[in-house]
């Protein structure tokens, strides 16, 4: 059925955009690669499309076959090193580049290729950061902890940085594997923004595997990087409200169905200078009227989640803006210092609220994970004048100023690791790239390439450390109350708190009634 591809760079090469055209799997098909034969013939033959689109689908990538061969032993004898990655990244959290068949031989045994050879024995190095002040710390609040606090929460925080969610989704899945499933079940608070935020929807909503988050992404990545015929916006935001809409399953629902976790979603309102954070989230604390003028506080039983989605991933230059709601990395990339800040904050106003009919027990922070999507090589740039020159780009003086913005680290990070620090046990995992990567990339090559990077930096540099967090969270009970009792336990709804708060009373309306101009 899947006849031997052309050898020619072209063939192997294919874009994601050829591989749209292809007619879709039947079930038949499907069937037939869920046991093996299809996978087997792309992986003897180098069809990377062929496989993209099958594992795209959910069919397992660590199949083996009559001779204990998994699929990665078949490219390795081929000698084709992109699809030996491409493999491997997609069958994490199996290390499938262990496996050895009957003979007892592994996929690096049988590479006829040294530098497949190279890649695979790159994995049997692990770093030792023992003597890391951070990792000793760490070590020492995880080995004192014997039982979690009754009211200790999980803060989980998820950086933006468009087609790099392929980071972020990539190290979700390796933690969920070493927890057995149970990740999002362990965790209490999220917030995400840009790509981050939207990953936050899909982890919490629809009882959605991080596994089918990281196939959501490699999926409608060509759909959501359409392209435009203008020049600004690069790609046309109907295709990413199209996928917003129609891919995630939502429908109309509104944020407060997220009942088993508390969610914030970043964004930012271009409609003022300097732009402000906004927050979408999917609670509300129990205040009076007369506090809830003074706040903030959008009402998330009128904010729908397909819009939540549409607003934080509306990165300037990149998309047009919703109603003047653009990308939250222009304000908070890192949404960590935000979710710590709002923790407190709602928690104030909780403490302050309650009375004896209504008591309200104090919440502490007992860990703080932080999913970045990437650090890149120090690189020349533009620079930031006030003044444009003449011989300038002014496009390209635009880009470098996003990139400054939604790249700032430094200061901010050393700020983050001590604030964390101070507040319960703080976890960052972000690998180091080879290159710089454009944010609406949609290259599978170059796709495969940073999910290959991040296995690498996965299974070396941060093993230690994730295991560590694995076995920390295992410690934490599963919270058996049902998503009703999370949000009302804790929530008082009634009337007076449908009104929205006097400094923002037109943006949750604009939002409940725009919704069909688009």
């Not at 933690?175 to 999002?184: E, I, P, R, W, Y």
């Amino acid at each position: 059925m899947f006849g031997r591809r052309r050898s020619d760079s072209k063939a192997k090469t294919a874009n994601s955009d050829e591989r749209q055209k292809e007619e879709p799997l039947s079930e038949d098909e499907i069937d037939e690669c869920a046991h093996g034969e299809s996978l087997f013939d792309a992986a003897r033959f180098n069809d990377l499309d062929r496989v993209i689109k099958i594992f795209t689908k959910g069919v397992s990538m660590g199949q083996v076959d009559e001779h204990g061969n998994t699929l990665l032993h078949i490219a390795a004898m081929n000698g084709h090193r992109t699809m030996c990655r491409a493999l491997i990244v997609f069958a994490a959290p199996r290390a499938i580049w262990q496996h050895q068949n009957k003979m007892g031989l592994t996929a690096e045994d049988l590479a006829v290729d040294e530098e497949i050879k190279a890649d695979l024995h790159a994995f049997s190095h692990t770093a030792d950061y023992s003597q890391d002040p951070n990792c000793l710390y760490n070590s020492k609040l995880i080995n004192e902890t014997k039982k979690w606090k009754k009211n200790s929460k999980v803060l989980f925080s998820m950086d933006g940085g468009g087609i790099r969610a392929l980071i972020t989704s990539q190290i979700l899945v390796h933690l969920d594997g070493l927890m057995n499933g149970t990740l999002m079940q362990r965790v209490d608070y999220v917030a995400g923004t840009s790509c981050g935020g939207l990953l936050a929807l899909l982890l919490t909503t629809n009882n959605r595997k991080v596994e089918e988050c990281r196939r959501f992404v490699f999926q409608y990545k060509d759909k959501v990087f359409c392209g435009n015929d203008m020049k600004v916006p690069k790609h046309n935001s109907n295709g990413l409200e199209y996928v917003a809409k129609n891919a995630t399953g939502w429908g109309e629902a509104k944020m407060d169905s997220i009942t088993k976790h508390r969610l914030i979603v970043t964004v930012a309102n271009t409609r003022t200078s300097p732009s402000q954070l906004v927050l979408f989230r999917s609670f509300s604390p129990r205040i009076p009227e007369a506090q809830r003028k003074q706040s903030e506080f959008l009402q998330p039983d009128r904010l729908e989640l397909w819009k939540a989605a549409r607003c934080t991933s509306a990165a300037p230059y990149f998309f047009e803006s919703y109603h003047g709601l653009s990308d939250g990395g222009l304000v908070a990339n890192n949404p960590t210092l935000t979710l710590m800040t709002d923790f407190y904050q709602t928690q104030k106003m909780d403490l302050a609220n309650s009375d004896e009919m209504n008591p309200y027990e104090p919440e502490t922070v007992g860990c703080v994970i932080s999913l970045g999507t990437g650090k890149f090589p120090v690189e020349p740039s533009e620079g930031i004048d006030v003044s444009i020159h003449p011989m300038k780009n002014p496009m390209k003086a635009a880009k470098s100023l996003l990139k400054s913005l939604t790249n700032a680290k430094n200061l901010f990070v050393l700020l983050l690791k001590e604030c964390t620090t101070s507040n319960g046990t703080p976890v960052k995992f972000s690998p180091h790239l080879s290159e710089p990567m454009n944010l609406d990339e949609t290259d599978d090559l170059k796709c495969i390439g940073i999910m290959w990077e991040t296995e690498l930096y996965i299974m070396t540099d941060a093993y230690q450390d994730m295991r560590q967090l694995a076995n920390f969270l295992l410690k934490k009970p599963i919270d058996s109350r049902d998503g009703k009792e999370n949000r009302e336990g804790r929530i008082e709804q009634n009337s007076n708190n449908n009104k929205i708060c006097d400094k923002t009373p037109d943006l949750a309306k604009e939002l409940e009634e725009q919704s069909n101009e688009v």
